[in-house]
């Protein structure tokens, strides 16, 4: 046996929404490692850009879409150019996400709206839309990013922990109906990240001191710390877990 078997993803795609930062990008470029072709969803075309030259330097391959998760035509646009570039895809990350804070009470149905449609509507299109080739072929791998909000109330959770909540609950009825025909479905569940998505909340170094305080790691996580699990998830060898919440966050949670 040779680790290829293993861990390579080579002749597979993955299609990666939020692949131009943060946690997303990291992915996108792990797998990119790992031999896949990888297609990035996000809306800004420049961010874009430079994560799939960013790949294509080091002999990678991708492709970037322009697309905006934020209502069901743009999900379903994303979607159908996602399969664009390089075919349908055999993985899919959905690490595109928003959290956008309001105090609960002033929380208004646009936030509610574009909240759910990003964070939890785009993974249930997206799957769906993405999942019959992947049964057809036996093969598939789904992979959403939650958050600690998903299992307790945590700086803020509002409407984000909702989704991220729906969003666990999604990841086991999709490895319900479609792990035994050889897609499965696994969410990683970061602890406190340090990417753009919370660089308001960053600005509180004392707060940011406090959070790495509570890990057992003892430092806040980074991008990187999700590409080579996201690598294993997408590869052959995982096929026997599914519908599990794998939690990524330097012992934060059992702490
Ligand atoms: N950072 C953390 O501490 C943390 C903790 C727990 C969970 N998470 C989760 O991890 C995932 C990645 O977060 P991150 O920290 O890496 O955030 P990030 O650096 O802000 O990246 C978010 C990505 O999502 C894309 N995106 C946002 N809105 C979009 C839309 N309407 N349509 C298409 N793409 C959209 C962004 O690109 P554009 O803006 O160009 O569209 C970007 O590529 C998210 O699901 C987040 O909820 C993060």
């Given amino acids: 046996m040779n680790l290829d078997s293993l861990f390579s993803l080579r002749g597979l795609t993955a299609v990666v929404t939020g692949g131009s930062s943060g946690i997303g990008r990291a992915i996108a470029l792990a797998m990119a490692a790992a031999g896949a072709s990888v297609v990035i969803v996000a809306r800004d075309a420049t961010r874009i850009e430079r994560v799939v030259a960013e790949i294509s330097a080091v002999g990678g391959r991708a492709?970037?879409?322009?697309?905006?998760?934020?209502?069901?035509?743009g999900i379903r646009e994303a979607g159908d150019a996602a399969a664009e570039p390089f075919g349908e895809p055999d993985i899919l990350v959905n690490s595109a996400g928003i959290n956008l804070r309001p105090p609960f009470d002033e929380i208004d149905m646009d936030v509610w709206d574009a909240t759910m449609s990003v964070n939890l509507e785009a993974p249930f299109l997206l799957s769906r839309r993405f999942a019959p080739a992947m049964l057809e072929r036996g093969f598939g791998r789904l992979i959403h990013i939650s958050s600690q909000q998903a299992h307790r109330a945590f700086v803020t959770?509002?409407?984000?922990?909702?989704?991220?909540?729906?969003?666990?609950?999604?990841?086991?009825?999709?490895?319900?109906?479609?792990?035994?025909?050889?897609?499965?479905?696994?969410?990683l569940v970061p602890g406190f990240v340090l990417t753009p998505?919370?660089?308001?909340?960053?600005?509180?170094?004392?707060?940011?001191?406090?959070?790495?305080?509570?890990t057992m790691v003892g430092r806040n996580g980074l991008p990187e710390d999700f590409g080579g699990i996201a690598v294993f998830l997408a590869g052959r060898s995982s096929g026997y877990i599914t519908g599990q919440s794998l939690f990524v966050d330097g012992g934060l949670s059992v702490h």
């Fill in 157 to 187: 959770s509002g409407v984000y922990g909702v989704s991220k909540g729906g969003l666990e609950s999604l990841t086991r009825s999709q490895a319900e109906a479609w792990s035994a025909r050889g897609v499965t479905a696994n969410t």
């Fill in 197 to 214: 998505l919370n660089a308001r909340l960053q600005e509180d170094t004392e707060k940011v001191r406090q959070l790495a305080e509570r």
């Fill in 63 to 73: 492709a970037g879409v322009v697309g905006d998760l934020s209502t069901r035509d």
